[in-house]
């Protein structure tokens, strides 16, 4: 993700390697390491309680973190009884996640893991992504969303944060991140209606601390196509 927010210079992924897969392993894991993660909030995020509040991710529920960073979301979702997996790439943040569930006293599946390599025992009934999409180039976004849409339940949600950090860039065709800007055309594109089950627009939106927007967008997985 992004170490700062719009108009201000961002993470660059590997200096004198390139970039053109994104962000790998190293860069990840010295974030972690080093502390300068300033896409965590220090706390769970709010959208959460609010996708809980709608029904969407009920006690029992068996849910995907992917991207699960320092493990506030997957911590609290193991408090109101659901059924996590988390999965991150660097072993720092699964340390972190694994450490604050032993603190809590709670229980979580969690994975060390590339997920465009790793597969999942069983499908999920829910998947909460608010920072993994935005951590991947663009270039491995099709994989992903076709991994994630294999991964659900028939009639399952993907709630997704949709990462708004639109740069100048843009208006030159560059691709700046992480954290990469989830344009909403790209997003739907990536989970065509069909397959999936989109929500009219508007979509709650916030801003992070970090200066980016978020807009929390529910998709629900349409059972006819979900199983192959």
């Known amino acids: 993700m992004n170490e700062s927010g719009e108009g201000r210079k961002p993470l660059t992924a590997s200096a004198g390697k390139s970039s053109a897969a994104g962000p790998d392993l190293d860069f990840w894991q010295e974030r972690f390491e080093s ?12 959208a959460l309680a609010q996708a809980q509040a709608d029904g969407l991710l009920p006690r029992g529920a068996r849910v995907l973190v992917p991207g699960c960073g320092a493990g506030h979301e997957v911590a609290a979702l193991a408090a109101a009884g ?41 499908r999920f009934d829910a998947i909460w992504d608010q920072a ?10 099709v994989d992903y969303a076709q991994r994630l849409a294999d991964w659900m339940e028939p009639g399952g949600r993907l709630i997704l944060l949709a990462i708004q950090v639109e740069r100048d860039g843009r208006r030159e065709g560059r ?6 800007h989830c344009d ?5 594109a990536l989970f065509p209606s069909g397959p999936w089950q989109w929500p009219p627009p508007p979509y709650p939106a916030q801003r992070h601390p970090a200066g980016f927007g978020e807009l929390r967008i529910a998709l629900v997985r349409t059972p006819a196509t979900a199983v192959r």
């Open 82 to 122: 659901c059924k996590v997996t988390g999965v991150d790439y660097a072993p720092a943040a699964v340390g972190l996640t694994r450490a604050r569930l032993d603190q809590a006293g709670l229980q979580a599946q969690i994975a060390e893991a590339d997920l465009l390599d790793w597969q999942p025992p069983a």
């Open 184 to 188: 909403v055309n790209a997003v739907r």
């Open 175 to 180: 691709i700046e991140g992480p954290p990469y």
């Open 35 to 46: 502390q300068r993660t300033p896409w965590d909030r220090g706390e769970v995020n709010p």
């Open 132 to 141: 993994c999409l935005c951590a991947l180039h663009p270039d491995r976004w």
